[in-house]
């Protein structure tokens, strides 16, 4: 599910701009002058939560719509409201807005309102809810949903909504396009030879060379003293670019996601970002028990310990049975579709038995002791067959 297909049409204007040590005051400036929008600082609120307008930003926008870029400001403090032609950058808290979402039809498929709540407040951003220390709120009143959150997190919620609407074997949540191209670049073959080389150069070099928007996370390295000078030596040949990176990151303390339409290379140890997809698992469970059944299984083979069940902040929901939200990071999100594959093929292959009830059921025909049963219940007549349940 795009973003780019859930927030307003001003908003997916494509930008073209190096901004480089810019005061936040003069980036508010430059894209009303650009996108022909009204945009307003609200300095008051942004200096109240330590946030200067002076704050400096650096990016590279090359065809980046207006939302993207303004989903980076967060690494900054910085969120953003848009209404009435009027975009207003503030402090996330602030940002705090009521919406509506008619889920009128998802009732019509037998979701229910309970289900959907339960779903939705333990998969996305868990922690904003009330139930979950924050102070963001859901209710439903007859087919419509309210509710309170901040801006970004309201379109993982309408992304929510939408994939229930169009389920696939894996459809990702609020992620753009470009992910699954930057997925297919990272999959391909490359070699490498550093010797000495900064790791600012390195990442550049990685970035220039294979048309990867990749970046290092500067303000994350400088709060964790990382300098982007640190040499890395490494030759590598025919690899895939995600087994490169992943040594380049071994060698000091890194660690490397997708976010906002940049690979961004960060330190390992700041809190994970974790990604939502829905799984459409309707043929591996015919009801709730075994939808459980199914989670067990996952959470006990994809990274026991980082599930809430072991007491991790990866979560599991089924805002109904056969369709499961899963919140975790990418290569988890990727293991478990890999989980779920095997399942499928293990179950083509495994050999179909009777159910020990159908097999009494059977012998008792061919003994001549069971009773009569009606038509309905799978028997035919002596020449219309018998329906077996496996």
């Known amino acids: 599910i795009d973003p780019i297909n859930l927030v307003a049409e001003p ?48 990016e590279s926008l090359a065809e980046i719509p207006l939302y993207q870029f303004l989903d980076r400001l967060e690494r900054i403090g910085v969120d953003w409201k ?24 998802l009732l019509d498929l037998e979701f229910k309102a309970s289900d959907l709540i339960r779903a939705l407040t333990e998969s996305v ?15 439903v009143l007859g087919d419509v949903m309210f509710v309170r959150q901040v801006p970004r997190t309201h379109r993982k919620v309408a992304a929510f909504l939408e994939s229930l609407r169009h389920p696939a074997r894996r459809t990702w949540i609020d992620e753009p396009q470009e992910h699954e191209q930057v997925v297919e670049k990272l999959n391909t073959s490359a070699s490498v ?23 290092l996370d500067r303000v994350a390295l400088r709060k964790a003293k990382i300098s982007a000078r640190l040499p890395i030596t490494i030759e590598i040949r025919d690899q895939p670019i995600r087994t490169i990176l992943q040594i380049i990151t071994s060698q000091p303390p890194l660690t490397w996601y997708h976010r906002d339409g ?27 028990k075994d939808c459980e059944r199914l989670q067990t299984a996952i959470e006990q083979q994809a990274s026991p310990d980082s599930w809430s069940s072991a007491g ?8 109904k049975s056969g369709l499961m939200v899963v919140s975790h990071t990418e290569p988890n999100l990727d293991e478990v579709l890999t989980l779920l594959e ?37 028997m035919g007549g002596m020449g219309g067959g018998m329906g077996v349940m496996f």
């Open 262 to 288: 940049v690979l961004w290379i960060a330190p390992s140890d700041q809190p994970e970002i974790r990604k939502l997809a829905l799984f459409d698992v309707r043929d591996l469970c015919r009801d709730m």
């Open 312 to 319: 991790g902040a990866a979560v599991i929901a089924f805002p």
């Open 11 to 58: 908003l997916r204007t494509s930008l073209t701009h190096t901004i480089q040590e810019t005061p936040l005051t003069e980036v508010a400036a430059w894209l009303q002058s650009q996108t022909g929008l009204n945009v307003v600082l609200d300095e008051r609120a942004l200096e109240d939560e330590g946030v200067l307008i002076s704050e400096p930003v650096t």
């Open 342 to 378: 095997n399942y499928r093929t293990a179950l083509k292959n495994s050999k179909r038995r009777i159910s020990p009830e159908i097999s009494a059921l059977i012998q008792k025909i061919m003994d001549g002791d069971a009773p009569a049963l009606p038509m309905a219940a799978g």
């Open 125 to 139: 951003q868990p922690e904003s809810w009330v139930d979950g220390g924050g102070v963001s709120t859901v209710a």
């Open 82 to 105: 848009f209404e009435q032609g009027l975009v207003t950058l503030l402090p996330k808290e602030a940002s705090l807005r009521n919406v509506q979402y008619n889920i009128g039809d």
């Open 193 to 215: 030879q550093f010797q000495g080389t900064q790791l600012s150069q390195v990442i550049q070099t990685l970035a220039d060379q294979h048309k990867i928007n990749l970046r």
